[in-house]
């Protein structure tokens, strides 16, 4: 059945008109290519749902034994799961109950491919309905899955539309022997020689370090917005000092850095000893990607005063910007973190937090009254002076 997009407005509309439905995106897809697909269940004792795919998308098993559908939490040890598969007009409907009468709370996993002949640009559309456990058994909620078939990116094994240090981690554990079947690895063959090795590696890094062809990833910008962790700015006499906690959760990360006119990175060096690459490349007037990544799949360092230090030039004044900074686990894992700036003054070696907002005398010691309660003086305030009528 073909979907044009008079239908797929008319579902939008329809869908925020009735607000029983939680629309959920899951981006591009190409043609070959096999992705999960995740949704959230709250219910009282147990739920039901039917799932039906669009025509061109097929169901793949989640787990080694054979299994359609899998909890992405503890749901498994709680809760009975009844699965049926009719592989002929791509539906699935699965009952969940409690054998030991504990809700029903868990996200739910399912896997999808794409066939191969599809056609670039359809538009495909799945639904489930689900019904919650309750005596009433009411349409709990209706999500849709909406997909847009496009072509594939070379090295974008992860399918998000955008090559980064994620699928240059994942190509490093296919190469160590840590393959997964969820990704088409001819992807990242990019030489062409039929062969998925270092060389294609460091071709993905080439890619991201000079950010040519290579568009913002819709997926990034989403975890973005999601993103619980900040990255550590401070600064020494040497330059500007780029930290995470707990480092060691993760094996690779890249990150844009933006420097006001007038300004440079000199170079981009680890604070301690690692066996970890280190890159660094301009690719705009202002704008330098720094990639780090291990040939190995190790773990990151912990410095007790970062992970890398940033040597800069210029004596303009202004904010340096870090942006889409991805950090990926030993398994290929991604985690997004926060947008951060930090203010510089007309030296490189006066970088100071912009958002420090705590208040000192002018002999230096802090003062914890806040700033609409402080007397008339002269304060410091984010290492500026401040005059308090």
Same mark, same amino acid.
């Given at each position: 059945?073909?979907?044009? =997009?008079? /239908?797929?407005?008319? /579902?939008?509309?329809?869908?925020?008109?009735?607000?029983?439905?939680?629309?959920?995106?899951?981006?591009?897809?190409?043609?070959?290519?096999?992705?999960? &697909?995740?949704?959230?269940?709250?219910?009282? +004792?147990?739920?039901?749902?039917?799932?039906?795919?669009?025509?061109?998308? !097929?169901?793949?098993?989640?787990?080694?034994?054979?299994?359609?559908?899998?909890?992405?939490?503890?749901?498994?040890?709680?809760?009975?799961?009844?699965?049926?598969?009719?592989?002929?007009?791509?539906?699935?409907? *699965?009952?969940?109950?409690?054998?030991?009468?504990?809700?029903?709370?868990?996200?739910?996993? %399912? =896997?999808?491919?794409?066939?191969?002949?599809?056609?670039?640009?359809?538009?495909? %559309?799945?639904? *489930?309905?689900?019904?919650?456990?309750?005596?009433?058994?009411?349409?709990?909620?209706?999500?849709?899955?909406?997909?847009?078939?496009?072509?594939?990116?070379?090295?974008?094994?992860?399918?998000?539309?955008?090559?980064?240090?994620?699928? $240059?981690?994942?190509?490093?554990?296919?190469?160590?022997?840590?393959?997964?079947?969820?990704?088409?690895?001819?992807?990242?063959?990019?030489?062409? @020689?039929?062969?998925?090795?270092?060389?294609?590696?460091?071709?993905?890094?080439?890619?991201?370090?000079?950010?040519?062809?290579?568009? $913002?990833?819709? =997926?990034?910008?989403? +975890?973005?917005? @999601?993103?619980?962790?900040?990255?550590?700015?401070?600064?020494?006499?040497?330059?500007?000092?780029?930290?995470?906690?707990?480092?060691?959760?993760?094996?690779?990360?890249?990150?844009?850095?933006?420097?006001?006119?007038?300004?440079?990175?000199?170079?981009?060096?680890?604070?301690?000893?690692?066996?970890?690459?280190?890159?660094?490349?301009?690719?705009?007037?202002?704008?330098?990607? &720094? &990639?780090?990544?291990?040939?190995?799949?190790?773990?990151?360092?912990?410095?007790?005063?970062?992970?890398?230090?940033?040597?800069?030039?210029?004596?303009?004044?202004?904010?340096?910007?870090?942006?889409?900074?991805?950090?990926?686990?030993?398994?290929?894992?991604?985690?997004?973190?926060?947008?951060?700036?930090?203010?510089?003054?007309?030296?490189?070696?006066?970088? !100071?937090?912009?958002?420090?907002?705590?208040?000192?005398?002018?002999?230096? =010691?802090?003062?914890?009254?806040?700033?609409?309660?402080?007397?008339?003086?002269?304060?410091? %305030?984010?290492?500026?002076? &401040?005059? %308090?009528?």
């Amino acid at each position: 059945m073909k979907y044009n =997009r008079c /239908l797929y407005l008319f /579902l939008m509309l329809w869908i925020l008109a009735t607000g029983k439905c939680m629309a959920q995106y899951y981006g591009n897809m190409f043609p070959g290519q096999t992705k999960d &697909v995740t949704f959230y269940v709250n219910a009282s +004792r147990g739920y039901q749902f039917e799932l039906s795919l669009a025509k061109g998308l !097929s169901f793949v098993p989640v787990t080694e034994d054979g299994s359609f559908l899998t909890f992405e939490d503890e749901t498994q040890t709680t809760h009975t799961a009844s699965v049926y598969v009719n592989e002929t007009d791509r539906s699935m409907r *699965c009952v969940v109950y409690s054998t030991t009468n504990v809700p029903c709370t868990s996200n739910v996993k %399912i =896997r999808v491919k794409a066939a191969s002949d599809i056609n670039i640009g359809e538009e495909l %559309i799945s639904y *489930c309905r689900i019904l919650s456990g309750n005596e009433e058994g009411f349409v709990y909620s209706e999500p849709y899955w909406a997909y847009i078939v496009d072509r594939p990116i070379a090295g974008d094994i992860t399918g998000s539309g955008n090559v980064d240090v994620q699928d $240059a981690t994942i190509t490093v554990n296919y190469i160590l022997g840590y393959s997964s079947g969820v990704y088409d690895y001819s992807l990242v063959d990019m030489n062409n @020689d039929g062969e998925v090795d270092v060389f294609d590696v460091t071709a993905i890094i080439n890619v991201i370090l000079s950010g040519s062809s290579n568009p $913002a990833s819709a =997926r990034m910008l989403a +975890r973005q917005k @999601d993103a619980q962790e900040s990255i550590n700015l401070t600064s020494d006499e040497k330059g500007l000092l780029f930290g995470i906690g707990n480092a060691g959760r993760f094996t690779s990360f890249q990150f844009d850095v933006e420097v006001p006119q007038g300004a440079d990175i000199l170079g981009v060096e680890w604070i301690g000893k690692t066996n970890h690459s280190l890159q660094f490349a301009k690719n705009g007037e202002n704008r330098y990607t &720094v &990639v780090a990544l291990s040939m190995e799949s190790e773990p990151l360092p912990f410095f007790d005063s970062g992970l890398l230090r940033l040597s800069l030039s210029g004596t303009t004044c202004g904010e340096i910007e870090f942006s889409n900074i991805l950090f990926v686990t030993p398994d290929g894992k991604a985690d997004c973190f926060t947008d951060s700036k930090i203010g510089m003054k007309t030296e490189i070696q006066s970088v !100071s937090y912009s958002h420090d907002n705590r208040i000192h005398d002018v002999s230096g =010691r802090q003062i914890d009254t806040k700033r609409d309660q402080l007397v008339k003086g002269i304060y410091i %305030i984010n290492n500026k002076k &401040v005059v %308090i009528r």
